[in-house]
């Protein structure tokens, strides 16, 4: 029998009651499908910092490398700084673990309310650059206080942190409708964007059977709007994927709905699995958070541990309830609870 042993991070704010019920409803499946999985459950978030100056325990990283998969509910609190939690908690994660890909699917769900009015086509996935480029620390800011100063910032492409999320973008193309766009700006950015360019044109020659294109990030903002039904699987740099993926998940109707992974391909080390939204204080403890992004992003989970049928199962148990219209939080215009929903998901699911 498989067996998996995950890392659960709830976090903060809606973090725990969105990953409470993801929990109940992944050993249902288990014990559905058959296999094993056991969960040990970890208290780093902001409410950790305010109480003993760190998100995270010093060896916190080593305590969870041997773990199959990490599944984090969000962190962040008002007064806590957003780079305390970042660089405190997701960034050293990412890092430390090799998570290159950061993947965010947006399928339109049926009957959702939202801003496009083509429904059941949208069906697209965002490959985003998770550990390099425009996101680095070097640079600086030089000649404060004269009228010559400046700020500085550097972003650092490599070769073979290109071509490995690339390659996973087209390899990703391959199984699915066979396309890829590639975001780029090199008529703007004259010299990281046409290595950028370069590399996916190599990496194209050996992928014949996936068809590609590069569009501007600019140009593309405005088609994703206005005809996301014409993507398959757009790849885009660190700061182009992180713009796209956000913009993608408002395409889809509700921010409560998006998932995201935060992959290491390889499987040298854990992935993590995480829903888009935040830990959203202003509902925080009222039970009615939507917790669609969670369980969509335990489905991702489950497709990354080889538990296909699970995920499928899982991710079509959550597209019927959605259909049937009955069961809807208060984000999607309805009055269930956070645990009614993902009861009705329970219950929904065929294996
Ligand atoms: P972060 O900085 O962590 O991204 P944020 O403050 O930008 O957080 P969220 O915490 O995601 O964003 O909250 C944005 C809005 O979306 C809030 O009004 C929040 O209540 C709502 N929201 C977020 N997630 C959900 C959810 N799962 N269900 C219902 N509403 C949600
Ligand atoms: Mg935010």
């Given at each position: 029998?498989?067996?998996?042993r995950?890392?659960?991070?709830?976090?903060d704010?809606?973090?725990?009651?969105v990953?409470?019920?993801?929990?109940?409803?992944?050993?249902?499946?288990?014990?559905?499908?058959?296999?094993?999985?056991?969960?040990?459950?970890?208290?780093?978030?902001?409410?950790?910092?305010?109480?003993?100056?760190?998100m995270?325990?010093?060896?916190?990283?080593?305590?969870?490398?041997?773990?199959?998969?990490?599944?984090?509910?969000?962190?962040?609190?008002?007064?806590?700084?957003?780079?305390?939690?970042?660089?405190?908690?997701?960034?050293?994660?990412?890092?430390?673990?090799?998570?290159?890909?950061?993947?965010?699917?947006?399928?339109?769900?049926?009957?959702?309310?939202g801003?496009?009015?083509?429904?059941?086509?949208?069906?697209?996935?965002v490959?985003?650059?998770?550990?390099?480029?425009?996101?680095?620390e070097?640079?600086?800011?030089?000649?404060?206080?004269t009228?010559?100063?400046?700020?500085?910032q550097?972003a650092?492409?490599?070769?073979?942190?290109v071509?490995?999320?690339?390659?996973?973008?087209?390899?990703?193309?391959?199984?699915?409708?066979?396309?890829?766009?590639?975001?780029?700006?090199?008529?703007?950015?004259?010299?990281t964007?046409?290595?950028w360019?370069?590399?996916?044109?190599?990496r194209?020659?050996?992928?014949?059977?996936?068809e590609?294109?590069?569009?501007h990030i600019?140009?593309?903002?405005?088609?994703?709007?206005?005809?996301?039904?014409?993507?398959d699987?757009?790849?885009?740099?660190n700061?182009?994927?992180?713009?796209?993926?956000d913009?993608?998940?408002?395409?889809?109707?509700?921010?409560?709905?998006?998932?995201?992974?935060?992959?290491?391909?390889?499987?040298?080390?854990?992935?993590?699995?995480?829903?888009?939204?935040?830990?959203?204080?202003d509902?925080a403890?009222?039970?009615?958070?939507?917790?669609?992004?969670?369980?969509?992003?335990?489905?991702?989970?489950?497709?990354?541990?080889g538990?296909?049928?699970?995920?499928?199962a899982l991710?079509?148990?959550?597209?019927?309830?959605?259909?049937?219209?009955?069961?809807?939080?208060?984000?999607?215009?309805?009055?269930?609870t956070?645990?009614?929903?993902?009861?009705?998901?329970?219950?929904a699911?065929?294996?």
């Amino acid at each position: 029998m498989n067996g998996y042993r995950i890392a659960v991070i709830p976090g903060d704010g809606i973090g725990g009651e969105v990953t409470a019920p993801t929990v109940d409803v992944l050993r249902h499946l288990a014990d559905l499908a058959g296999f094993e999985i056991a969960f040990d459950q970890l208290d780093w978030s902001c409410a950790r910092y305010q109480e003993t100056g760190a998100m995270m325990p010093a060896d916190g990283l080593d305590q969870i490398r041997e773990h199959d998969a990490i599944l984090l509910g969000a962190v962040g609190w008002p007064g806590v700084p957003d780079h305390v939690s970042l660089w405190g908690l997701l960034i050293p994660i990412r890092r430390r673990f090799q998570q290159y890909v950061n993947l965010r699917p947006i399928s339109v769900m049926p009957g959702l309310p939202g801003p496009l009015s083509a429904p059941g086509e949208v069906d697209f996935v965002v490959v985003r650059e998770n550990v390099e480029g425009e996101y680095s620390e070097i640079g600086g800011r030089f000649a404060s206080g004269t009228p010559q100063e400046m700020a500085v910032q550097e972003a650092v492409f490599t070769r073979a942190g290109v071509t490995r999320v690339v390659d996973y973008a087209f390899d990703l193309a391959s199984t699915r409708r066979g396309h890829v766009t590639s975001a780029t700006k090199s008529n703007g950015i004259v010299h990281t964007m046409p290595f950028w360019d370069e590399i996916v044109r190599e990496r194209a020659e050996r992928h014949p059977r996936v068809e590609w294109r590069q569009e501007h990030i600019d140009a593309l903002a405005a088609k994703l709007v206005l005809q996301p039904s014409s993507f398959d699987v757009i790849v885009g740099s660190n700061l182009f994927g992180d713009i796209l993926s956000d913009l993608a998940a408002a395409v889809a109707g509700s921010i409560g709905i998006a998932p995201s992974a935060n992959l290491n391909p390889e499987g040298e080390f854990p992935s993590m699995f995480e829903p888009v939204h935040g830990s959203a204080p202003d509902i925080a403890g009222k039970g009615i958070a939507n917790p669609i992004g969670a369980l969509w992003s335990a489905s991702m989970m489950l497709d990354h541990l080889g538990e296909k049928d699970s995920a499928a199962a899982l991710l079509g148990a959550i597209r019927t309830t959605l259909a049937a219209a009955e069961v809807r939080t208060p984000d999607l215009g309805g009055t269930a609870t956070t645990t009614d929903f993902a009861a009705a998901v329970q219950e929904a699911i065929s294996l």
